[in-house]
């Protein structure tokens, strides 16, 4: 991640991976922007093997909230297409899903953690849950 002032900040990222029925390259490009106690994102992600290739999407409101701005609550929403490994082979599928997040602190050193959402990936499947977490400072 990149501070390039005035609350922007950008990100990027470029890995590889290998599996038996080849290789894939990702990479990652984003752009925040801070203003007051919200925090806007979007993201961009690509995976592209053998010369064919993927493209998703999200975008990201938060807001900080509470004493310090420790507290978070944020929605995520993404759409495009994912490569999925289906058991024959890496295949392009369409996605799509919401998500909400959020970070609240009990006291100083204790909070809780949760995250509530739907992700559907094309006739593959369709994943519904959340997780909920305690978090401590030291």
């Known amino acids: 991640d990149a501070a390039v002032g ?5 990100s990027g990222g470029l890995s590889g991976r290998r599996y038996d029925t080849g290789d894939v390259t990702m990479m990652t490009a984003g752009i ?7 925090r806007l994102a979007y993201a961009s992600h690509g995976a592209f093997l053998s010369g064919e290739g993927s493209l998703s999407h999200s975008a990201t409101i938060d ?8 507290n978070l609550f944020g929605i995520t929403f993404a ?4 490569l999925e490994n289906d058991g024959s082979g890496l295949r392009s599928s369409d996605v ?6 959020g970070r609240h602190w009990l006291g100083r050193r204790i909070g809780v953690l949760y995250t509530i959402g739907v992700h559907e990936q094309g ?8 997780t909920a977490g305690i978090a401590f400072r030291f």
């Open 63 to 70: 807001r900080a909230y509470g004493r310090g701005e420790d």
């Open 96 to 101: 799509r899903g919401i998500s909400a997040r």
């Open 79 to 82: 759409a495009g297409e994912e």
């Open 6 to 10: 005035r609350g922007w900040v950008l």
């Open 123 to 130: 006739t593959y499947y369709t994943r519904r849950g959340g």
């Open 32 to 38: 925040d922007k801070y203003l007051g106690r919200f």
